[in-house]
């Protein structure tokens, strides 16, 4: 296919005025205006506040750090006592939320069984019904079906009869 006619395309810009003959220079209109007054309101209420608790946090580490410099070596004189006695009271607790837990899951297990066990109560009565009507539409079906084909023979017995 020979193409000799050119195409053109032509563009149309949504923002007339602010792309049209290239590139106008300076800065695009949002770095013209400056920060909005909620950024300045929102940077000045936020740097005393940050700086508040980022000093509070150093202080909370300057505090954790000496009074674990001064409990260190109450922790290594007291250690043949501590060391058991931590031991068994996490042992202890760990077993009674075990226990708990153990309790909990058998409760939750009882409960499912006996909504089951209700649902399948209240829907068994329903279920017989409409098996037994079922069984009865089938029955009067069979017995129709009986009935005409029998009809059937008999008409073709009395047809070939002379």
């Known amino acids: 296919m020979d193409r000799t006619h050119p195409h053109q ?7 007339p005025g602010r792309y049209e ?3 106008k220079g300076g800065r695009p ?3 013209r205006t400056g920060p909005s007054a909620s950024t300045i309101l929102a940077v000045m209420t936020g740097l005393p506040i ?8 150093g202080l909370t580490l300057f505090g954790t750090l000496i009074g674990l410099a001064v409990a260190t070596p109450v922790f290594l004189i007291c250690s043949p006592v501590i060391v058991p006695a931590a031991l068994t009271i996490a042992f202890a607790v760990t077993a009674f939320l075990s226990s708990g837990l153990v309790g909990l899951t ?14 399948a109560t209240e829907e068994v009565p329903g ?4 098996a037994r009507k079922r069984v009865h539409d089938a029955a009067g079906y069979v017995g129709q079906k ?4 029998g009809q059937e023979i008999q008409r073709k017995a009395q047809e070939t009869k002379p």
Request: aromatic residues 14%; without cysteine.
């Open 9 to 15: 395309v032509q563009v149309h810009s949504q923002f």
């Open 21 to 23: 003959g290239g590139f």
């Open 29 to 31: 209109d949002y770095q």
């Open 50 to 57: 940050g700086g508040t608790l980022l000093a509070l946090a």
């Open 106 to 119: 058998g409760l939750t297990s009882l409960s499912w069984f006996a909504r089951y066990l209700r649902m």
């Open 127 to 130: 279920q017989l019904e409409e």
């Open 146 to 149: 009986t009935k005409e084909v």
